[in-house]
């Protein structure tokens, strides 16, 4: 069984910082993906930030410049560093851990609020 929990959301003005964290548990592929996404009441979720096992990128457009995401393979821990966030970027984040063909995980989310 594998389990994901994230902390560091939380209620910002705009311009300001978050870090997002999220430990996974478990039996766990070496190889995998994890990653960030996002929902906003009423829309569907979209992906965030994701960062390969061997360290690869990559990030919406909208949050190129502003988020970089992070990991530690050893702790099976990724990060989010948000920075300038903006209004539009409130939404419940998920943390997402996959690998093929069938591991999906998710992480119960994380609120983050930014305020104008």
């Known amino acids: 069984q594998v389990r994901l929990v994230e902390s560091g959301g939380g209620l910002v003005q705009a311009g300001g910082s978050l870090r997002l964290s999220c430990a996974a548990s478990?039996?766990?592929?070496?190889?995998?993906?994890m990653g960030w996404y996002r929902q906003a009441p009423g829309k569907q979720r979209d992906l965030v930030a994701g960062i390969t096992s061997g360290g690869m990128t990559n990030y919406a457009d909208s949050v190129k410049g502003r988020f970089t995401i992070s990991r530690d393979n050893f702790k099976n821990t990724v990060y989010l560093h948000m920075n300038n966030l903006k209004p539009e970027d409130t939404a419940v984040y998920y943390c997402n851990l996959r690998w093929p063909v069938t591991a999906n995980y998710w992480g119960q989310g994380t609120q983050v609020t930014v305020s104008s």
């Open positions: 478990g039996s766990i592929l070496s190889t995998n993906t």
